[in-house]
Structure formats: C-alpha cells, structure tokens
C-alpha cells in the first residue's frame, strides 16, 4: 500500500520557493532513475525488452536525457516530440514513431530519423509509400475491438479512433510484404492507467496469438511485440501499486507457450509507458492564496488547471499534502480551487484536509505525467516553470516559467497598432 510522501523538508523547499517563485512543478531525479532500473529488471529474461518512454507524458528534454541514460528509448507522436527526442541524441530504432492522423512532413521526419513507424490504419500504407517511400521495418497498431475491454480514460476499444480491426491486420501485412518488407513489429495499446497487472499479461498474450497466426498465414516474421504503455499508478494513498513481478512473468508464460512453443522466438517485448515512468516523481508546488467560506470552504490556490488539468479533465484524484501539517489531523472539508474563470478548475472536490492557512504551502502529487505537458493559456494564465531535483539534492531549473512576452510570441503589435478597425 502507497503513502504519499514528499522527498524534500519544508526548509529545503521553502529555500527553493525563495529562487523559484510558485507555483512550479519539480521532478524527483532519483526516485525517477529507480523506477526505470526497476523497470528493465522485471524483464530481463527478454533480451531486446526496450521501454519506450511516451514523450507526451512530460515533454521535457532534461527529463529524456536521464531516460535515455538510463537506457530508455522515445515513442514519439509529433514533430515536436521527434525533435525532442534528436536534440535528445535518441535516434534511429531508438524512436517509436505512434501517430494517428499523420501529416505527411511527420512521417517525413520519422523515416529521417530512422524511426521505427508504427502504423495507425491500413490507409498510410500507401500514403506513407507516397509520401517517404516504405522503410525496410514496420509496426502496425491493433485494435481488438470488442475483445477488450477498455477505461474512462481510453475508451472501449471499437469506438476508439486507434488501430487496424483484425481483418485490415492480416490485409495489411500481407500489402506490406508484398511490397517486399521483411521487418515487422505488432503493437496495441488499450488501456491507460491500468492498476490490475493481469490486464497487461492478457494483452501481451493476444498479441502473441496474433503473431502466431499472422506468422502462420503469411509467412512472415515478428521482431518485436509492443504491448503499450499505460500501466497505471497508485493516485490514492492506500493503492495497490502495480507489481511488476507478476506482469513479468505472466508475459513470460505466455511468452513460452506461444512464441517458444512455434519457433517465433527471439521476439522482443516493448512497451511504451509514459505514467508510469514520470507520473509519480513529479509534484504540482502551490501557495494557499484565499480561504473562502460561502456555502462550502474554498482554498483557493495560485495553481490553477492549467498547470494540471486532469482534475478537472476527469475527475482524477491527486493527492494533495499540506507542508508542515502532514501529521496533523484532516478536519475541515475543502475544495480546492485554482483562478480560471470555470467553475471545473478545482484540483480537489470535498476533500478533508487540515484547517489551512493563506500561505501554506501546498504539493499536490503524482503530476509528473500529464501534468505540466496538457498545460494551457486559457484566461492568459502562463505555463509554469518546471524543476528538478538532482541525486545529490540540488534543484536545477529546466524550464523556465512563461512570461506575458511568451503569451503574445505570436501576435505582431506593431501591425495591430495600425490595424484599422
Ligand atoms: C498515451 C500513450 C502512451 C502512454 O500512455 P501512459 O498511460 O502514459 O503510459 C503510450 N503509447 C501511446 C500510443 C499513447 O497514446
């Protein structure tokens, strides 16, 4: 079972707070590298097992870099994201390349890059001839369709947007064979934020039996089996974290009664978690700015959703720790409000804290992933500065916080000033 803790003491982040104002986001260095060690452990019986870390999660180049030193590649789905991950020194097979609705400079860049492309719909195939000619390796996404159940976040599989059905599967790689590629992967990812480890060992062993049939039918051969990210992670203390050992070995039956068992073997396992890898060494630091007291008790912070809009987004539960009052007993019933002129921007709804303060500070947790990256300028609210917190107990700033000059980057005022209106 989780409890929440903070890795840093009121002085140490007070003393930070004096440097860089909040509200900020900070990542733990450490607890982060941990994490992905722990990661690659669990699947050492794999050899080529390569996690992908999905670069949307928390978009940041700092953050890539100890990724890739730790050995972690970049499952990239935007230009952006694939300039992220070159500046990163992440090249070649070391990108995964998962788009959906793809413009064609995208793929352009990504057969660049070298990337490995994994293909959306049957429809690229020729657009992605067309446009950059077929590369000599390629992944195809599955959607399974009602055979798998999926969640709030994802939805269920047949009515989401991502995939080839079962049939356009086998069409499409018998297309892609002959037109004379040899390499291929197979990919899906149905769930997000997925807390039961079982999920994971069934979606692996699908697409096992899928690389069993494929192989079977169409003579060709599978690299490597993508199973996704979105291994979820405890947002509420008292949550079961996911044990990796059970996933782990779960696939690796699997693994052994389909993959071994036909002779298809070596194939190496990817995934491409994002959540996982950041979301919970990250933390959203915010003052009290007003108490409120109308028909509820509002605390209303000087963050607001468009630091972390998944509250807002989803309802999704964050934790929230008030410095100095950790210990102190929870009494008075909160919700806890950020400035946007919409009455959804609360962090937390009803949530029993301790009785508060103006000026407390407050860390709201788990917002490494999809956090500081679905940020946004609604209501002119300016994107927040983004810090790490090093092994050795430094703080580095890595992303300096927004100014008004940022906000108006793209507006000329000199033609607005002789604009006639
Ligand atoms: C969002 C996404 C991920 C990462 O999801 P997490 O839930 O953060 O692990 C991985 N792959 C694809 C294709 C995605 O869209």
């Not at 657009?127 to 599955?142: K, M, N, Q, S, V």
């Not at 036909?262 to 491409?272: R, V």
């Not at 468009?306 to 964050?318: E, K, S, T």
Request: negative net charge; aromatic residues 10%; charged residues 25%.
């Amino acid at each position: 079972m989780t409890k929440k803790s903070v890795p840093f003491s009121q002085e140490k982040l007070n003393a930070v707070i004096k440097d860089y104002p909040t509200p900020f986001h900070i990542y733990d260095e450490k607890k982060m590298r941990e994490n992905a060690r722990a990661l690659i452990r669990a699947f050492s019986w794999n050899e080529g097992f390569r996690e992908y870390f999905a670069v949307k999660a928390a978009p940041n180049p700092f953050l890539m870099k100890i990724l890739a030193a730790e050995g972690f590649g970049a499952d990239c789905s935007s230009l952006p994201e694939l300039i992220i991950a070159e500046k990163c020194g992440v090249t070649g097979e070391d990108i995964m390349f998962t788009s959906n609705d793809t413009p064609a400079e995208e793929f352009i860049e990504a057969e660049r890059l070298g990337a490995i492309i994994n293909l959306d719909d049957i429809s690229h195939i020729p657009f992605l001839e067309h446009c950059a000619g077929l590369p000599d390796i390629i992944c195809c996404r599955y959607n399974p369709g009602p055979l798998k159940k999926g969640n709030l976040i994802i939805g269920h599989p047949e009515e989401a947007k991502y995939g080839f059905t079962r049939e356009q599967l086998f069409e499409g790689y018998k297309i892609l064979r002959d037109k004379g590629i040899r390499r291929f992967g197979i990919h899906t990812m149905v769930a997000s934020n997925e807390l039961d480890p079982l999920y994971f060992v069934e979606t692996a062993g699908i697409l096992f039996t899928l690389i069993a049939e494929l192989s079977g039918e169409l003579g060709i051969r599978f690299e490597f089996a993508n199973i996704g990210g979105g291994l979820g992670i405890p947002y509420r203390p008292g949550q079961k974290p996911l044990d990796l050992e059970i996933i782990s070995n779960g696939i690796r039956e699997r693994y052994n009664a389909v993959i071994e068992k036909n002779g298809l073997s070596p194939l190496k396992l990817f995934m491409e978690c994002g959540r996982y890898i950041t979301g919970p060494y990250g933390y959203l630091i915010s003052r009290v700015l007003h108490l409120k007291n109308t028909y509820k008790h509002f605390a209303g912070l000087d963050a607001c959703m468009a630091n972390l809009m998944r509250p807002a987004l989803y309802g999704a539960y964050h934790h929230i720790t008030v410095m100095g009052k950790e210990n102190a007993p929870a009494t008075t019933l909160y919700d806890v409000t950020g400035s946007l002129c919409e009455n959804n921007d609360k962090f937390a709804i009803d949530r029993k804290l301790p009785e508060l303060a103006e000026g407390d500070i407050v860390v709201i947790h788990d917002a490494g992933a999809h956090g500081h990256a679905m940020g946004f300028n609604y209501n002119g609210k300016l994107r927040s500065a983004e810090l790490l917190l090093r092994e050795n107990g430094d703080v580095e700033q890595i992303r300096r916080a927004e100014t008004a000059d940022d906000y108006f980057a793209t507006l000329d005022w000199g033609k607005m000033a002789n604009f006639k209106a």
